[in-house]
């Protein structure tokens, strides 16, 4: 398993925070075997401060993490998390598209997708690209850069109901003269079209 993700992170350049994550626990039986031939036979004053936190809990401890968990879950709850303003959150642009009640499956600007997750919103594509596949990522890249001529053709294939693009971007002029489109809204951050 640990050569597995060695060669995954190594080959593709990717992965490296799932070894890093893994690796201590796949080894950590091998090493600490190893370790205990080296420490001396008494306990040290820190093992048995462990081994007494490693015991049943007790029911103040309990009541303290029942407090201290719905404590940060109001404080949740009443200041719920917000993104500021920047060049990837097209929150006004989204609130757009909800006070004209688009429906159906939105195509995105590879950008946005973690911002749309963020609000419900499920993406077309976002930066978990190595679920999609290359073939797919070339595909969309071709198309809202206007390489190919793809883009009708996959705003048809995955029945696009509405885009949301970054503004100044190719994927903006190729729907702004794709036939049966139009503009929604626009800022300096993002644009809209929707189906005619």
Same mark, same amino acid.
């Given at each position: ?22 690796? !201590? ?7 600490? %075997?190893?370790? %205990?031939? =080296? @420490? ?9 401060? =462990?081994?007494?936190?490693?015991? @049943? !809990? ?24 917000? @993104?500021? !303003? ?20 939105v195509m995105n600007d590879y950008g946005f997708g973690g911002y749309l997750i963020f609000e419900g919103i499920p993406p077309f594509i976002d930066g978990r690209a190595d679920l999609y ?28 109901g509405w885009t949301l693009f970054a503004a100044n971007t190719t994927a903006v002029t190729l729907m702004d003269h794709l036939p049966g489109w139009r503009r929604l809204y626009a800022d ?9």
């Amino acid at each position: 398993m640990l050569l597995l993700l060695l060669h995954m992170s190594l080959a593709h350049q990717r992965h490296a925070e799932i070894l890093g994550l893994v690796a !201590p626990l796949l080894v950590a039986e091998s090493i600490s %075997r190893q370790l %205990r031939r =080296f @420490r001396p036979q008494a306990a040290s004053e820190l093992d048995d401060v =462990f081994a007494d936190l490693s015991g @049943r !809990p007790s029911r103040a401890g309990l009541v303290a993490a029942l407090c201290l968990f719905a404590g940060l879950s109001a404080v949740y709850l009443a200041h719920p998390i917000t @993104r500021a !303003p920047d060049g990837y959150t097209p929150a006004a642009a989204l609130q757009a598209a909800e006070d004209a009640h688009v429906t159906g499956p939105v195509m995105n600007d590879y950008g946005f997708g973690g911002y749309l997750i963020f609000e419900g919103i499920p993406p077309f594509i976002d930066g978990r690209a190595d679920l999609y596949g290359d073939d797919f990522l070339k595909r969309y890249v071709e198309a809202t850069r206007g390489v190919t001529d793809d883009l009708p053709k996959l705003l048809d294939q995955y029945h696009i109901g509405w885009t949301l693009f970054a503004a100044n971007t190719t994927a903006v002029t190729l729907m702004d003269h794709l036939p049966g489109w139009r503009r929604l809204y626009a800022d300096e951050t993002s644009v809209v079209h929707v189906r005619d």
